[in-house]
Every structure is written in structure tokens, then in C-alpha cells.
């Protein structure tokens, strides 16, 4: 039956299928170059956004699946490159690009990944100078992270084996390529921080493409060598080659060779530095070496049988229990000893005693204090009685009473003496014995004593 006869009558939803058909037959696989916009990660995980020219657009989607194998994050006005099929979209009618792969146009996706994570970083701080952590000048043992097959690891032991033979290396095996690579790598630096066995830290591999050496581009690795208490020297490709690993390490080595160089100092610089040490300090130092080579070789012969190590762990044993029972023997002496001593000086000093002697003294002082605030009392009325007497023979009163009498003025009661002081009308009182009057000048007569 013709579908597009005039008596055929089709549903939206029928008309969507077959247009839908069409294109998904006639466009199954296609690349296509525009400019990104509208971009939304929703919850699902699936990516949506526009791709568009001058010209036109198209709406596009990217499921979850090939999300997650997406090196870069999207972002507006990104000229982009995309491969996938063209469908329709029933809901809305619209037809829409269902991406399969996307990559920046002009750059590859994963160099995309790369600036966009090393702007990230910088920005958080994972690359400042301040946060990195100096190298030991003698590491006593040395961890490095990378393949236990590459040729990497063989460098480095071969150099450090010519500048330092003794320095002890201590290798965790990762792999340095593939999926899932970058977590292992990751998990070796943390669990080399959690071991803490180790001074310094190489992680690296050798030369490669970006793709070979992106798992020292991830983020967790850069994480992972951020929070490193141990001080990390990225080793990664050659002189040319960058990863995140060497923007965020404490150090950078252009070749894992090169690291092995700069992780220890040189023969000629520990040669001179031994030859400016004195005789005695060389003496001092080969004796302590022998004490202890002598140690490890009795270690070694009583590990031969455990039975002899008990053997002297008993005997250890039963010494000390000897040497603490003398020890809390003479302790409890000792403290016997100074208890007496401190009983008979308390006795000798006893409290109550002193507290008698010091009664009998107060009340004695007491006796003697009142005896002598009595007599000084006595002497005292004595001393009060003479002046009395004497002031009663001198008093005035006493004169008035055999008929004389004081005369003064009224006004400022001053006492006349010279009758030539006074004038005729002046006013004057005049004290007798017994009482005293006011009287006013009738006439002045002076005369000689």
C-alpha cells in the first residue's frame, strides 16, 4: 500500500518512525564540525548540547557509555569534531546527532584534556612552589613506582648502583600504560606514604606518545603526588616530554637516568666531604660499624637456634628480676632509714611540747606587762596630782577670792591692765569671785606701781 496515497492517514508517532528509519539507514555513520553550546551534564550521566555553524544546528547527545571514555570535559563555544549517527527524537519530533566520539577540532582530545586539567590544578594550587617538599641530601632508601619490566627501572638501579653501590631501592611494581593504570599508579604513592619506609620517591617510565604516557596526565595520579608526604621526583619520557606528574612533583627529572642522578649526590662530592673529616671521626666511625657488624653477626648465629635466643632472653630475664628485687630491697631500706630519722625529729620536736613552753612564756610576759602598766600608772596619777595642785595655787580664782577683781573690755573682751588704755564712757565688764558686772568709765586717774 502506498503510505502517501490521499486516502492514507498516518499518526504522528508512525510518521516519527518512519522519518526516523530513514535517516538512521541513510546517515548511520557520519562525522560532523561545529561549535559547542547549550552543554548540560545532568544527573544521568549523559552529555547534551548544540553543535552549530552560521548557518544551522543541530541538537546532539552523548550517552553515559561514551561519556565516560571522554578524556576532556566540554565547554561553550569549543569548535568541535564529533562522529556518530543521525536519529530522531520521538518526544519532540526533532532529529538529533547521537555522538559517538568527540574531540576538539584543530587539537587532539586528549592534549583538550590535558590543558584543561593543568588549568584546574593551577588554579586549586596543586602546582605552587611553596607546597613542594625539598629532597634529603643522603636518603637511606629509595622507592620508585613503575613497571618491574621496563627498561626504566634497570637505568635507575645501574646509576644508583655506580654513585652510591649501598643505598637500598625499594621498587612497587604498577603498570605505566592502559586502562586502569593510572589508579594503580595512584594507590602506589599512597600506600608507599602509608609503609613510610622510604625517603624519596621516583615515579616515572620511559618515552611514548601522549597516549602512552597519559596515565601520569590523570588527575588522580596529579592528586596522589600532591598530598605525598614523601618528597616525589617524576621521571616521565624524555627531555621533551611534560605530564601533570612533573607540574605537580617536588621535583622534575627530564630522564628516569636522570633521576637516579639528581635523587643522591655524586662519589667525588661525598669523597670530599669524607676527606675533610679527622682521623678520629673515621676511627670513631669504623668502630661503630664493626660494633655493629659484630652485633649482626651474633644476631645472625644465635638466629640459627631459636631455642638459644630463649635460652638468653630467660637468663636476661632472671637477671633483671635479680638486679629489680635488690634494687626495691635498697629502695624500701633507704626509706625505712630516712622514716626514722624523720620520726625522731618530730619527736624531738614535738608540737605540743613547744606549744607549752611557748604558753608559760606568754603568760609570764603577760604578768610582767601588767605589773609594769600598774606602776606606770601609779606614777602617772602621781605626776597628775603635783601639776594639779600647782595649777590650783596659781589660779586666778583663787586670787579673786581674796577680793581683787579683772576688768575688760566689752568690746574685745582683752583684759586692762593700764587704766591710761581706757577712755572716758567706755564700756567694760569686771569679773569678781562670785559673778560678774558691766560698768562704764566715769573718770581716769593713772598712777605709778
Known amino acids: 500500500m502506498d503510505i502517501f496515497s490521499e486516502k492514507t492517514i498516518l499518526t504522528v508517532s508512525r510518521l516519527t518512525a518512519l522519518l526516523r528509519g530513514v535517516l538512521e539507514e541513510n546517515f548511520e555513520q557520519l562525522w560532523l564540525q561545529g561549535e559547542a553550546s547549550n552543554i548540560s551534564y545532568p544527573s544521568s550521566g549523559h552529555c547534551y548540547f548544540t553543535l552549530k555553524d552560521p548557518g544551522a544546528q543541530i541538537r546532539c547527545v552523548m550517552f553515559k557509555s561514551a561519556v565516560k571514555n571522554l578524556k576532556f570535559r566540554l565547554t561553550d563555544g569549543m569548535e568541535l569534531i564529533a562522529r556518530g549517527r543521525i536519529s530522531v527524537y520521538d518526544q519532540r519530533g526533532e532529529y538529533q546527532l547521537i555522538c559517538e566520539y568527540v574531540e576538539p577540532a584543530g587539537i587532539g582530545a586528549l592534549q583538550a584534556a590535558f590543558v584543561q586539567l593543568k588549568e584546574k590544578l593551577a588554579l586549586e594550587g596543586l602546582f605552587a612552589e611553596a607546597h613542594k617538599i625539598p629532597l634529603p641530601r643522603f636518603p637511606r632508601k629509595i622507592g620508585v613506582v613503575t613497571s618491574p619490566t621496563g627498561a626504566v627501572i634497570r637505568d635507575i638501579l645501574h646509576v644508583l648502583k655506580r654513585r652510591f653501590a649501598s643505598l637500598d631501592v625499594q621498587l612497587y611494581p604498577v603498570r605505566v600504560q592502559g586502562e586502569g593504570s593510572a589508579v594503580e599508579i595512584a594507590g602506589a604513592i599512597d600506600e ?257 606701781t
Open 192 to 448: 608507599m606514604n602509608r609503609l613510610a619506609e622510604v625517603d624519596v620517591l621516583i615515579v616515572g617510565r620511559g618515552g611514548g606518545s601522549l597516549e602512552d604516557l597519559w596515565a601520569f596526565n590523570e588527575e588522580v595520579v596529579a592528586r596522589a603526588v600532591y598530598r605525598s608526604e614523601i618528597p616525589v621526583i617524576s621521571a616521565v619520557g624524555h627531555e621533551t616530554d611534560w605530564t601533570m606528574c612533573d607540574f605537580v612533583a617536588d621535583l622534575r627529572a627530564p630522564t628516569p637516568s636522570a633521576a637516579a642522578e639528581l635523587v643522591i649526590a655524586s662519589s667525588d662530592e661525598l669523597r670530599n666531604q669524607i676527606d675533610s673529616l679527622s682521623g678520629r671521626a673515621v676511627r670513631s666511625v669504623q668502630t661503630l660499624l664493626n660494633a655493629h657488624i659484630g652485633r649482626l653477626e651474633g644476631l645472625r648465629r644465635a638466629l640459627h637456634d631459636p631455642r638459644t635466643m630463649l635460652g638468653h632472653m630467660a637468663q636476661r630475664t632472671d637477671d633483671l628480676t635479680g638486679r629489680l628485687e635488690l634494687g626495691l630491697r635498697v629502695a624500701v631500706s633507704r626509706r625505712r632509714d630516712r622514716f626514722e630519722r624523720l620520726l625522731d625529729a618530730l619527736q624531738h620536736n614535738d608540737p605540743l611540747g613547744r606549744i607549752d613552753a611557748f604558753r608559760q612564756r606568754i603568760a609570764l610576759l603577760t604578768m610582767r606587762s601588767e605589773g609594769l602598766l600598774a606602776h606606770r600608772l601609779d606614777a602617772l596619777k602621781q605626776e597628775f596630782y603635783d601639776k594639779a595642785v600647782r595649777l590650783e595655787v596659781l589660779s586666778p580664782l583663787k586670787t579673786l577670792a581674796r577680793g581683787y577683781a579683772i576688768a575688760t573690755r566689752e568690746n574685745v573682751r582683752s583684759t586692762v591692765t593700764d587704766a591710761g588704755s581706757l577712755t572716758i564712757g567706755e564700756q567694760l565688764r569686771v569679773k569678781f569671785h562670785l559673778g560678774e558686772a558691766r560698768c562704764r568709765v566715769e573718770s581716769l586717774e593713772s598712777g605709778k
